[in-house]
T-cell receptor
């Protein structure tokens, strides 16, 4: 097990385009989280899944954002009609339900919207 | 609502000097508290966590933190800084799956 994997590591796109990020959590972890981190700030919670169920969504997650975890394994985060303000690092983390306060983070996917 | 405040966005120490990174929390319930470290172009790595057991928590790489309820603090310390400690450090508070991070403190270690 190589930890939490995220792909791509860096995405540059033009405003208005759609982008999708993928996260592969640690295999035995049933909880998966998405965070957004902008320059000079700590990570901000976006959403989390327990298995395939999306249990919580932050108000930061506008209707242009959608996350899925169809089979309770990998997850995707899609941003439609990207805006320059979406430029950030998107972090994925996973945890075990019984130790849900300990998150293991991936290296992140950096989005740059031109 | 719970939150953490990290005092000082940048801290610079000399190699071999004491490292002290400050974190104060706000929580209406007994909190779980964490310190994470982030190296350039990498994800966050857990340094240590407080989960209501011993108030002095030892972590990886020689770091430790002390939970002080009376001061609502959870400061991170290391007796002797090493060049490899240069990174961004985040304090976090968690309750019921809701983890909130501070803005981070960038540690610079001078030779």
């Amino acid at each position: 097990d190589t930890g939490v994997s995220q792909d791509p590591r860096h995405k540059i796109t033009k405003r208005g385009q759609n982008v999708t990020f993928r996260c592969d959590p640690i295999s035995e972890h049933n909880r998966l989280y998405w965070y957004r981190q902008t320059l000079g700030q700590g990570p901000e919670f976006l959403t989390y899944f327990q298995n395939e169920a999306q249990l919580e969504k932050s108000r930061l997650l506008s209707n242009r954002f959608s996350a899925e975890r169809p089979k309770g394994s990998f997850s995707t985060l899609e941003i439609q009609r990207t805006e320059q303000g979406d430029s950030a690092m998107y972090l994925c983390a996973s945890s075990l339900r019984r130790d849900s306060n300990v998150l293991t983070f991936g290296a992140g996917s950096r989005l740059t919207v031109l | 609502a719970q939150s953490v405040t990290q005092l000082g966005s940048h801290v610079s120490v000399s190699e071999g000097a004491l490292v002290l990174l400050r974190c104060n929390y706000s929580s209406s319930v007994p909190p779980y508290l964490f310190w994470y470290v982030q190296y350039p172009n990498q994800g966050l790595q857990l340094l240590l966590k407080y989960t209501s057991a011993a108030t002095l928590v030892k972590g990886i790489n020689g770091f430790e933190a002390e939970f002080k309820k009376s001061e609502t603090s959870f400061h991170l310390t290391k007796p002797s800084a090493h060049m490899s400690d240069a990174a961004e450090y985040f304090c976090a508070v968690s309750y019921n799956n809701d983890m909130r991070f501070g803005a981070g403190t960038r540690l610079t270690v001078k030779p």
